[in-house]
Every structure is written in structure tokens, then in C-alpha cells.
């Protein structure tokens, strides 16, 4: 069975000059963002050696099994090693120091031998200390040393050792508040494409699914002329729907219009009237306005969701789209209405209710993206009124002469 064999420790000037070495490599691999179990794991041979110490392990608390995993252990011997890939937060003596937040001796090790069936470095381990790693106040790990003799290092080294523990807290930190980003981050990505499958497919296809009634009537009715009009819309649909799906796969996004936003806008305005068989007024005083793609891509779906649900669900005559300056310098405010049956709750089971308040949680959600506000309320005279605010960079900014006519 393996036994625990003493390490010598250096001179105190090599020890000095060591424990600098130790401390410039941790902050520096902080830095530079090292792989963070390497990290943990590269540190135990030198600190071992500074301590006279015949052995070490690191250890990481997991919030969630509340127990201390095993990282990284130089001289454990296998039944050992075993034994200690997972304990709980509170067992012996780490237990306490995870508990004290202070760093601990333990001379009774005899939890620890429990564990191993008796076979704890077998008579080679006389004394323990255990380290916490922390940071600020939260204990995220501990590192262990494993001592034959009952000689404790010297100031110099304890204190090299509670450096060390904060350091590896301060890495066990960042790396927490890297899995916390990595998770919103992952999240907000998979809300984006999901409203960019909503604002291209799902809009392409609503639009497919309005039309095809049409269709049949017109075939039954034996009205070729119709039965020629929607099949061409249906056509056009699914070969916009499938390049939408070929932009995103390719690029994960759909693209904006390259001539700009103000001609995407009036795209869509004449897309709207001759899908919605409904007058559409369109107003935009800033005809020259110009945002960045990433923008110009969000506000341009603000507008074909309000537009497509003014066509699903409205039952309006009349529609209108102002683009205008806003009230506040570099201001941008685009109203779209109708003057249909306006708000109406969404009754159970009502799936094409329920996809338009999802698409509205996708409209404001793309506001917030462009650091705007998004309002929806009734029209006055009836209908539903949805109003943009945001703030566009003042040189994109150049208003219409007065009284430009809409389109």
C-alpha cells in the first residue's frame, strides 16, 4: 500500500523566491483565462513542496449536490483517491473549514479513514490542513495538504497559503460568472431565433394559411382568374419562406432590405395592401433615415408584426404606418394602426390568438433591443394603435419636406 514519504521543504531564500513564481503564475493565468482546472491542479506540486507537505488535492463545491468534488491530487494513494472524488460540504475536518471560511489543522482523521475503510495513507498521514478557496465571502472550493510529521509550515508559507485560496476563489468566481453569462447569453440567442422564425417563416406561413381557403373557393367556384391570383401568392409565399430558411440557417438571421429601411418599409406596405385586400396609408417623414443592420432589422419587424396582425385578427377597413421625428432630439417614432375590433383577450384554445401575443412578447423584446419603448393601446375612434420610440443616431436623421403625400 502506498505511504505517504515527507517532502523536504526549501531554504527559506528558495522558498521566497518560489512562492513569487506561484503567485505571478496564478495571476497571471487568471489574465489570461487558463483553462481553470489545469489552473487548480498545476498549482499542487509546488505548493506541496514550499509546505513539506506529502500530498495535496483540490476540491470544488457544487451548489446544486452540495458536495466537494475532486479536481486535481498529487500522492493520494488509490483507495484514497477513490474514496474522496465526492464528499459532502460538511464532513470532517474540510467541512468545518468550508464552514469556519478560515483555514484548518485537523489531527483527527479518523471520518477521513472512515471513508476509505481504514486504508487512509494507511499510518503514512498524521495531519491535515484544509484551505477554503473564496471570494468575497463565498466559499467555492478547498485545497487540502496531507502532512506525516506533526511540523507546521512557517508563517511565511500559511500565509502564501490563504494567498493561494483567494486567487483560486477569484478563478472558481469568474468561472461562475462565465457559466451565468454563457446561460443568458445561450438564452437570449435562442429567444432571437426564435422570434426571427416567427417574424419570416411564421409570418410567411399565416399568410399561406389565409390564402389557401381563397384558393379552394376559387376552384370551386371555377373562377380561374382568382383561382390564378392565389396560387401566385401561395407561390410567392412558400419561395420567400424558403429563403428565409436558407438565410437562417446560413447566417442565422433574415436579411433587411440592401436598398435601406425606408424602402423595406414601403415593400411591406405594398405587400401588405395587395395580401390584406385593405388601403394602407404610409407616412414616413424620414425618408433618408438610415440605422445600423442589426437595428434596421428590428424595427422593420416591429412593423410587419403589427401589420400581419392587423390583417389576421383586426377585421379592419383601414390601416395606416407614420414615420415621423420623435419628441426628444434624435428621436424616432413610428405609429402603425387600424381601425378594426381593436385588443381582444385570447380565448382558450385559441391557437392564432395565442401566436399574436407571442409575436407582441417578440415586439417588445426587440424593442428593448433597440433601447426604444413599445406601446399598444386602443385608436382613438376605434382600433388598436402601436407606437415605436427609439433614439436613431442624429446624422441618419433627415425630414421630409412638409406636406409630403403618403404613399
Not at 53 to 76: C, N, Q, T, W, Y
Request: aromatic share 4%; charged share 20%; with cysteine.
Amino acid at each position: 500500500m502506498p505511504v505517504l514519504r515527507p517532502s523536504s521543504a526549501p531554504p527559506a531564500a528558495a522558498a521566497h523566491a518560489v512562492t513569487s513564481d506561484i503567485l505571478a503564475e496564478l495571476t497571471a493565468g487568471l489574465a489570461a483565462g487558463d483553462d481553470l482546472r489545469e489552473m487548480l491542479v498545476r498549482f499542487l506540486s509546488p505548493v506541496t513542496h514550499i509546505a513539506g507537505a506529502s500530498g495535496g488535492a483540490v476540491r470544488i463545491l457544487d451548489p446544486h449536490d452540495k458536495r466537494m468534488h475532486l479536481v486535481g491530487e498529487i500522492g493520494l494513494p488509490q483507495p484514497v483517491l477513490e474514496a474522496e472524488r465526492a464528499v459532502e460540504e460538511g464532513c470532517g475536518a474540510c467541512g468545518e473549514a468550508l464552514a469556519g471560511k478560515q483555514p484548518l489543522w485537523a489531527e483527527d482523521l479518523s471520518a477521513c479513514a472512515r471513508r476509505s475503510e481504514g486504508r487512509y495513507f494507511g499510518s503514512g498521514c498524521r495531519r491535515l490542513l484544509a484551505v477554503p478557496l473564496q471570494h468575497r465571502g463565498r466559499v467555492l472550493g478547498l485545497f487540502n495538504l496531507f502532512f506525516e510529521s506533526g511540523r507546521e509550515p512557517g508563517a511565511d508559507v500559511m500565509a502564501l497559503l490563504k494567498t493561494i485560496g483567494e486567487l483560486l476563489g477569484l478563478a472558481l468566481d469568474n468561472a461562475r460568472l462565465e457559466r451565468d453569462n454563457l446561460r443568458a447569453t445561450v438564452a437570449s440567442e435562442r429567444q432571437a431565433m426564435a422570434a426571427e422564425v416567427h417574424d419570416s417563416l411564421g409570418q410567411s406561413l399565416a399568410f399561406v394559411k389565409m390564402r389557401l381557403p381563397l384558393l379552394q373557393d376559387a376552384i370551386t367556384q371555377c373562377d380561374r382568374a382568382s383561382a390564378e391570383r392565389y396560387f401566385e401568392d401561395v407561390r410567392a409565399a412558400v419561395g420567400q419562406a424558403h429563403a428565409s430558411l436558407r438565410s437562417m440557417l446560413t447566417h442565422l438571421r433574415t436579411p433587411i432590405d440592401p436598398l435601406g429601411l425606408a424602402h423595406a418599409l414601403e415593400a411591406g406596405a405594398e405587400a401588405f395592401r395587395r395580401s390584406a385586400g385593405m388601403p394602407l396609408a404610409f407616412v414616413n417623414e424620414l425618408p433618408s433615415l438610415r440605422l445600423p443592420p442589426e437595428q434596421e432589422a428590428q424595427v422593420f419587424h416591429i412593423v410587419q408584426e403589427a401589420l400581419t396582425n392587423i390583417a389576421r385578427h383586426a377585421r379592419a377597413d383601414h390601416a395606416w404606418v407614420h414615420v415621423a421625428p420623435g419628441e426628444q432630439p434624435g428621436g424616432v417614432r413610428i405609429v402603425v394602426q387600424d381601425d378594426g375590433a381593436g385588443l381582444l383577450p385570447v380565448p382558450a384554445g385559441d391557437a392564432g390568438a395565442a401566436g399574436s401575443h407571442y409575436g407582441m412578447a417578440i415586439m417588445l423584446e426587440r424593442a428593448r433591443r433597440l433601447g426604444g419603448t413599445l406601446s399598444v393601446g386602443p385608436r382613438r375612434g376605434g382600433g388598436t394603435c402601436v407606437r415605436l420610440d427609439f433614439t436613431a443616431p442624429e446624422a441618419s436623421l433627415q425630414q421630409a419636406p412638409a406636406g409630403a403625400e403618403a404613399s
